[in-house]
């Protein structure tokens, strides 16, 4: 009876240590994703030539916000450059922002994968409502070669190994604007835009 109780509070030593194990992994593998996405390291920088965004406008990730982050994902021999709800210090936010290359992100000139209707988009929506307009939709129509930089060496995290990615691509934007009222207007700019992004494989 002794060595049962005995064996019995083994067992269950061994389970809470286990269950501590695992709630130690996942809270630095969820703490290590959140830090690296909200880096303030990472930014888009758009400039337009002229019309309704006309300057140079500096996007970063909102702070407290997870969905706010710029990333490259490599697949099937492409990489995607995708960024979502980055905000600019007087509130101008992209909703979402792609541009897939062929090949790996590593240094040098890199062509545009071509779609149906371009080579990427850039979307903005009035979050605040302060905006004339509700909905901005637009492709890159140009698809000239991206600029890789620079690449950090890649730093090993907990199940991923990561690193930063910058580059720069000049291009012509489509936009087609949803106004308030429902009525709709186009613009065509060239835009050069500038852009530091986390790129992350697993091990």
Same mark, same amino acid.
């Given at each position: 009876?002794?060595?049962?109780?005995?064996? =019995?509070?083994?067992?269950?030593?061994?389970?809470?240590?286990?269950?501590?194990?695992?709630?130690?992994?996942?809270?630095? #593998?969820? #703490?290590?994703?959140?830090?690296? +996405?909200?880096?303030?390291?990472?930014?888009?920088? /758009?400039?337009?030539?002229?019309?309704?965004?006309?300057?140079?406008?500096?996007?970063?990730?909102?702070?407290?916000?997870?969905? +706010?982050? /710029?990333?490259?994902?490599?697949?099937?021999?492409? +990489?995607? #450059?995708?960024?979502?709800?980055?905000?600019?210090?007087?509130?101008?936010? #992209?909703?979402?922002?792609?541009?897939?290359?062929?090949?790996?992100?590593?240094?040098?000139?890199?062509?545009? *994968?071509?779609?149906?209707?371009?080579?990427?988009?850039?979307?903005?929506?009035?979050?605040?409502?302060?905006?004339?307009?509700?909905?901005?939709?637009?492709?890159?129509?140009?698809?000239? *070669? =991206?600029?890789?930089?620079? =690449?950090?060496?890649?730093?090993?995290?907990?199940?991923?190994?990561?690193?930063?990615? +910058?580059?720069?691509?000049?291009?012509?934007?489509?936009?087609?604007?949803?106004?308030?009222?429902?009525? *709709?207007?186009?613009?065509?700019?060239?835009?050069? /835009?500038?852009?530091?992004?986390?790129?992350?494989?697993?091990?």
């Amino acid at each position: 009876m002794k060595s049962l109780l005995v064996y =019995t509070a083994f067992c269950l030593f061994l389970l809470v240590k286990n269950a501590d194990f695992y709630k130690l992994s996942f809270n630095s #593998i969820s #703490i290590e994703n959140d830090f690296f +996405s909200q880096s303030k390291n990472v930014y888009v920088e /758009i400039t337009f030539n002229k019309g309704s965004f006309m300057g140079t406008h500096l996007f970063k990730p909102e702070k407290g916000n997870y969905l +706010s982050q /710029i990333n490259v994902e490599f697949f099937d021999g492409y +990489s995607n #450059i995708n960024a979502s709800k980055l905000v600019t210090e007087n509130g101008l936010q #992209i909703h979402h922002f792609n541009r897939t290359l062929l090949g790996n992100t590593d240094k040098g000139s890199h062509d545009a *994968k071509m779609f149906t209707k371009g080579c990427g988009h850039l979307n903005f929506i009035d979050v605040k409502n302060n905006m004339p307009y509700k909905r901005v939709d637009s492709d890159f129509v140009g698809c000239n *070669k =991206t600029l890789i930089k620079e =690449t950090t060496p890649w730093k090993d995290g907990v199940v991923k190994k990561r690193r930063l990615v +910058s580059g720069s691509f000049q291009d012509t934007v489509q936009f087609e604007f949803t106004m308030d009222d429902g009525s *709709k207007k186009q613009e065509t700019v060239d835009v050069v /835009i500038k852009f530091k992004a986390n790129q992350s494989i697993r091990k």
